[in-house]
């Protein structure tokens, strides 16, 4: 499969730009074969690998190890350590966080409550739908008929919400307070904001 990868990868990109997968002479043209049984086989060989498959009407289209992506290895956010050229390990960021998919949903975070958390403005945070959870999970809760994202805390009077940032109180519920989802994760473009 090494030798595949590179093939792969510029099929990975084409897809990317086009949302679409190439023709076969496509294919050939873009990976640099030359002949029409090189290309069958390199997809073939792609399909055997779970990378590719047909549709009902014989067109190509990526199959679920398509959107897999690299882990290569751990990598310290403290003092540096060498480099490590071990193998790697396939992750399909689905698989990765999306356990349900038919009871997950993205929302883009708005505002700067729970930076405390790691969760920034922009931010596309991963909710996995259920009606309950439990005291210290963070939550996006319906709050008096608005969304909110917030730990769920539990004290004496009662379930309320609390933020990932000392500047903001917490929200205890005038009426009615509803879990919406449990956060599973995020992905972020880029890097956060740095406070000077």
Not at 52 to 61: A, H, Q, S, V, Y
Not at 88 to 117: C, H, Q, R, W
Not at 143 to 164: Q, S
């Amino acid at each position: 499969m090494e030798p595949d990868r590179k093939y792969l990868s510029t099929l990975q990109d084409y897809y990317a730009a086009n949302r679409i997968l190439p023709s076969y002479s496509t294919i050939g043209r873009l990976v640099g074969l030359s002949s029409k049984s090189s290309v069958a086989a390199l997809v073939q060989r792609l399909k055997e690998a779970g990378f590719l498959e047909l549709t009902r009407d014989r067109r190509l289209r990526p199959a679920s190890r398509f959107f897999e992506r690299t882990v290569s290895d751990t990598v310290r956010a403290g003092s540096p350590a060498p480099a490590n050229e071990v193998g790697y390990e396939p992750l399909a960021i689905d698989n990765f966080l999306v356990k349900k998919p038919s009871a997950t949903t993205l929302f883009k975070v708005k505002g700067d409550s729970m930076v405390e958390a790691g969760i920034y403005e922009g931010d596309l945070v991963v909710i996995e739908k259920k009606a309950s959870a439990l005291p210290g999970d963070i939550v996006l809760a319906i709050v008096d008929n608005e969304f909110t994202l917030k730990y769920l805390a539990l004290d004496r009077r009662g379930f309320f919400l609390r933020p990932g940032n000392k500047a903001y109180a917490p929200i205890r519920p005038e009426s009615d307070l509803e879990i919406f989802g449990v956060y599973v994760g995020l992905v972020r473009k880029g890097l956060p904001k740095l406070e000077h």
